[in-house]
């Protein structure tokens, strides 16, 4: 079930793997705009796309209309499955129609509780729905699960953040997407650690990449990512200047992703916020 490729470097022969990151789309403009960016995004082809999954299932139909939608457009596509505030019934019934549909990959996550959603649900932690999808369904998919290079901010510190993902590693997933981050040190240390506690599977470092910079501090102040004080210094002086933060978002985005693949990153999967330009402009440049 779990590689044995080294986190820190694909093996010699292979090329750096490079994935995406959609979300359901809220109406059919949204859907549309998605559609677009999937169609502009697949020429740079892709190994696979995720689809997001919100918060206690509340986005579980979007999710597989998007999931069809990029299916029809010939992508390979790993949903996203979170636990909290789910039934393993109905857990049970979304892995049968991902397997129905023919989905061989999927993101597992403990996810976040919706406001005002009391229930926890019958699996509350990652490891134990990676453990429940072996069990139902084999090594009919390959599984993802998320690592946090700067610590999962509800973690009580980093070794126990650590801790928590090599058991979602030994209960059965075969590699790791992780949260994006700006300082590229923040992953070698992790994979380091990682690797020293025996996990022997891919790390795949995610990237965001910088077009809105108010957008980009809200996500950051969420979900505990870092923006470098240069970084968010820089970003701020340019004020509405869009195409300014762009471009510096591109370059700062391009060189961290040139220094994780220069280090042995096994791929790089990127956050495109239903957005075509970005990522594709930094993919364009790092295959120069």
Same mark, same amino acid.
């Given at each position: 079930m779990s &590689? +044995?490729?080294? *986190?820190?470097?694909?093996?010699?022969?292979? @090329?750096?793997?490079? &994935?995406?990151?959609f979300f359901p789309p809220?109406?059919?403009?949204?859907?549309?705009?998605?559609?677009?960016?999937?169609?502009?995004?697949?020429?740079?082809? *892709?190994?696979?796309?995720?689809?997001?999954?919100?918060?206690?299932? +509340?986005?579980?139909?979007?999710?597989?209309?998007?999931? &069809?939608?990029?299916q029809k457009l010939d992508y390979e596509v790993a949903p996203h499955l979170s636990c909290i505030g789910?039934? @393993?019934? +109905?857990?049970?019934d979304v892995l049968y129609t991902y397997r129905q549909a023919g989905i061989r990959r999927l993101v597992a996550l403990r996810g976040d509780m919706p406001s005002g959603m009391g229930d926890m649900g019958e699996l509350r932690h990652a490891r134990d729905?990676?453990?429940?999808?072996?069990?139902?369904?084999?090594?009919?998919?390959?599984?993802?699960? @998320?690592?946090? *290079?700067?610590?999962? *901010?509800?973690?009580?510190?980093?070794? @126990?953040d650590l801790d928590r993902f090599v058991e979602k590693m030994q209960a059965g997933a075969d590699s790791a997407i992780t949260q994006y981050f700006f300082n590229a040190d923040a992953y070698f240390d992790f994979v380091d650690r990682a690797t020293a506690k025996g996990v022997l599977a891919p790390i795949v470092p995610g990237i965001m990449p910088i077009t809105n910079f108010t957008q980009l501090a809200r996500f950051s102040d969420m979900c505990g990512a870092e923006i470098p004080r240069w970084i968010r210094l820089r970003l701020a002086s340019y004020g509405d200047?869009?195409? &300014?933060?762009?471009?510096?978002?591109?370059?700062?985005?391009?060189?961290?992703?040139?220094?994780?693949?220069?280090?042995?990153?096994?791929?790089?999967?990127?956050?495109?916020?239903?957005?075509?330009?970005?990522?594709?402009?930094?993919?364009?440049e790092l295959e120069r």
């Open positions: &590689s +044995s490729v080294s *986190p820190g470097a694909a093996p010699a022969e292979a @090329a750096p793997v490079f &994935s995406l990151e809220r109406d059919s403009a949204a859907q549309e705009k998605l559609v677009r960016a999937a169609e502009q995004l697949h020429g740079l082809h *892709p190994h696979f796309a995720s689809v997001t999954f919100g918060a206690g299932g +509340s986005t579980r139909d979007g999710t597989m209309l998007a999931v &069809s939608m990029l789910s039934t @393993a019934e +109905s857990l049970r729905l990676v453990d429940f999808i072996r069990r139902e369904t084999g090594d009919w998919f390959h599984i993802e699960v @998320a690592a946090y *290079p700067e610590m999962h *901010p509800q973690a009580q510190g980093p070794e @126990a200047d869009r195409a &300014s933060i762009r471009a510096f978002g591109h370059d700062v985005v391009t060189e961290l992703c040139q220094t994780l693949l220069d280090g042995g990153a096994p791929g790089l999967h990127f956050y495109t916020m239903n957005q075509a330009d970005a990522t594709q402009a930094v993919w364009k």
